[in-house]
Every structure is written in structure tokens, then in C-alpha cells.
């Protein structure tokens, strides 16, 4: 039998502990009866009485319930982090615990990766009605601009509610950055994974833990933590001034010689302004590729992941 560990952070989410504890155990007993599961509650820090409750579900008899709880407040990030690195199982899940990601589209995600041979299988939340032309244009573009900046591969209403391999839980413990931004970090180990579409659902209990600053906290260090795009692009900058410079001397040195407009003092002082100009911020472009590099090292990510491994001959085989 396989067996399924699901991870769930939770931040203040008394109420749905229970609820979603309720909806994997009913889902176990039908559809999905032909698995073990397993549920690893990460309780990042929560204020109320979330932790006591999560207490009282592995006092049950036969509990498979299991938890981890943070001395603080780190953030769902981290949250997820904890969870990753103590699943266990053949397949590991991740979701949210207030039910806004549905239970039952685990029946899915198996077949994509049992049947279907995916890796890992992401879900995808759409709207069903319509949206307007430009709406889906800047949307869209934002994308392709994200993902050309940064080499990720984002996609509109991606969420973190997710099933993988372990094999894939455990490359996501590999990357051991501190700024993590886990959406970049599905994209940057590889592996085959399946878009699972749904339409979204209201919260089963509670408000959400976002405000408008963490959600700019968050865009900012995805963006932040995978580009370094920008730093790169500073040195092309470099170059371009100090082409305009050349072609302004150029125009102006024609001008002058056919008497359209006399060279002066100030003429090649705009000149050298424009040409150091351009060279500083060459200068500026090479030291930002030096950070890129140190920016990317620093993080001590693994240099490679690999999917398959044979490395030890089997000697015993007949010749
Ligand atoms: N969460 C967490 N730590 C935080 C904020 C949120 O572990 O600091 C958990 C939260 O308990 C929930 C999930 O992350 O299980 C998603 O949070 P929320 O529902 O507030 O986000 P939204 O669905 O609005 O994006
Ligand atoms: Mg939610």
C-alpha cells in the first residue's frame, strides 16, 4: 500500500484543523481507500489554540497524525520547509488547511502521477467567467516578463497545493536559502509536473494571512530571489550610453564641420559627460555581474538534482 503524507501549515486556524483533518480522513475511507495517508501539521506559531487542537487529534487511537510547532511566527515558507523535510511516504502532499485547496483533486494528482507518468502534479486555480481582453493581456504578459527575468515558470493562479514524489519533496529540501520562494524553487529543480485545474473556493473558517504588504513582500522576493536579470542588465545599459555617445560626437563633429554649428568649449564637455557617463555605468554592470554571481553562490544550492541514479555495478549477473 502506498502511503501519502500530506503537509499542512498552519497559522491561527483553530477551527480548521479539525475540518480538514474530517475531509482527508472521509477522502481515505472512499475514493482514495487503497492508500495509506499520513497528515504532518507544521503550526507556525500560531496565537490562539490552533496546536491544541492539533494535540487532541493525535491523542485519537491509531492517530496518523503528526506535528511539528515553531516557536514563532517564520512564515508559510519556512512552514512548509519544516513539513517538507520531516514527510515521509511515497508521495508527499502540500496544502493549505483552511480547505480553500480541495482534498478530493489528490484523486487527480495520483492518476497524473501513477498513470500518467508526471512527477508531480500542481494545482491550477481558474475563474470560470469570462475576463476582459486587456485584463488577460497584462496578465499574461506579466507572466512572460516574470518568467523571461527570472527563468522560472510561473503560470496565472498557480498555488502552493501540490502532491510529488519524495523524491521531489526531498530536492525542495535540498535548496536550503533562507529567502525561499517556493513557487520559483518547483520550477528550478525540474521534473515533469501537471497543471490540475479547479475553481477557487471561499475559506472554510477564518481571514486570510495575507495583507497587501505581504503580498508585495512576497512578489518582491520572488522576484528578487530567482532574477538577477537586472543586474546583468545595468552592463548592456553601460554600452548603450556609451554608443549614443560616439554617434552624438559624431553628429556634432559633422555640423561643425559644415559650419551648422560652431564646436565649442560646452560641446566637448557634454561629450566627456556623456562618454564617462556611459563608462561608469559599464563599470556599475560588470560589479553587478560579480553580485549575480555571489548573490547565486551564496545561496548554496545543489549543483545539480538528478532524477536517476545507477552508479553500483551488479556484478552478479550471469554472463
Ligand atoms: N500560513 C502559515 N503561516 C503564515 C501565513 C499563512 O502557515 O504566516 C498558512 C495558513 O494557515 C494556511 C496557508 O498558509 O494554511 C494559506 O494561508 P491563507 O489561507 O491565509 O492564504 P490565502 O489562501 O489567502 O492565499
Ligand atoms: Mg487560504
Known amino acids: 500500500m502506498k502511503k501519502i503524507d500530506i503537509v499542512i501549515p498552519c497559522y491561527n486556524e483553530s477551527k480548521c484543523v479539525e475540518l480538514i483533518y474530517d475531509a482527508l480522513k472521509e477522502l481515505f475511507s472512499n475514493e482514495l481507500k487503497t492508500y495509506d495517508f499520513g497528515i504532518l501539521f507544521v503550526d507556525d506559531g500560531s496565537q490562539d489554540d490552533t496546536l491544541e487542537h492539533i494535540v487532541k487529534l493525535t491523542n485519537i487511537e491509531n492517530s496518523n497524525v503528526r506535528y511539528i510547532s515553531f516557536a514563532r511566527n517564520f512564515g508559510k515558507e519556512s512552514a512548509i520547509y519544516a513539513g517538507l523535510e520531516n514527510a515521509d511516504g511515497d508521495y508527499v502532499a502540500l496544502m493549505d488547511a483552511d480547505l480553500q485547496h480541495p482534498p478530493h483533486l489528490l484523486i487527480e494528482m495520483i492518476h497524473a502521477i501513477e498513470d500518467e507518468g508526471y512527477d508531480c502534479a500542481t494545482a491550477r486555480r481558474v475563474k470560470r467567467e469570462k475576463e476582459s481582453r486587456l485584463r488577460n493581456f497584462l496578465s499574461n504578459s506579466f ?113 561643425a564641420k559644415m559650419g551648422i554649428r560652431l564646436w565649442q568649449d560646452t560641446t566637448t564637455i557634454i561629450l ?28 548554496n544550492r545543489p549543483i545539480y538534482i538528478a532524477k536517476e541514479k545507477k552508479l553500483e555495478i551488479d556484478n552478479k549477473k550471469e554472463k
Not at 156 to 181: C, N, W
Not at 279 to 295: K, M, P, S, T
Open 143 to 255: 507572466y512572460h516578463v516574470i518568467n523571461w527575468a527570472t527563468g522560472m515558470r510561473l503560470a496565472p493562479g498557480m498555488t502552493d497545493y501540490r502532491l510529488m514524489k519524495k523524491q521531489v519533496a526531498d530536492a525542495i529540501v535540498s535548496m536550503r536559502e533562507h529567502e525561499r520562494f517556493i513557487k520559483g524553487i518547483y520550477s528550478w529543480i525540474g521534473f515533469s509536473s501537471k497543471w490540475v485545474e479547479y475553481e477557487n473556493v471561499e475559506r472554510a473558517d477564518g481571514d486570510s494571512k495575507w495583507n497587501y504588504k505581504g503580498l508585495w513582500n512576497y512578489a518582491k522576493t520572488g522576484i528578487i530571489a530567482f532574477a538577477v536579470t537586472p543586474l546583468k542588465a545595468v552592463i548592456y545599459f553601460g554600452f548603450f550610453v556609451i554608443g549614443i555617445s560616439f554617434i552624438y560626437a559624431i553628429r556634432l563633429f559633422i555640423m
Open 272 to 299: 566627456l559627460l556623456l562618454f564617462l557617463g556611459g563608462v561608469i555605468i559599464l563599470l556599475l554592470g560588470v560589479i553587478g555581474e560579480y553580485l549575480a554571481r555571489i548573490y547565486m553562490e551564496v545561496k
